[in-house]
């Protein structure tokens, strides 16, 4: 059961890390959400 929900949001952090590739890779939840949520808005 784990593995469904598991592999896409692999997919999602592997997706939304090459978006923030120009920041630092996104280790933690929070620095992928605030990418998702507002992504650029940091500058």
Request: contains cysteine; glycine residues 4%.
């Amino acid at each position: 059961m784990m593995k469904g929900p598991i592999e896409l949001d692999a997919k999602l952090v592997r997706s939304v890390e090459a978006m923030c590739s120009n920041l630092i890779r996104p280790r933690t939840f929070n620095e992928i959400a605030a990418c998702i949520v507002e992504p650029g808005e940091d500058a």
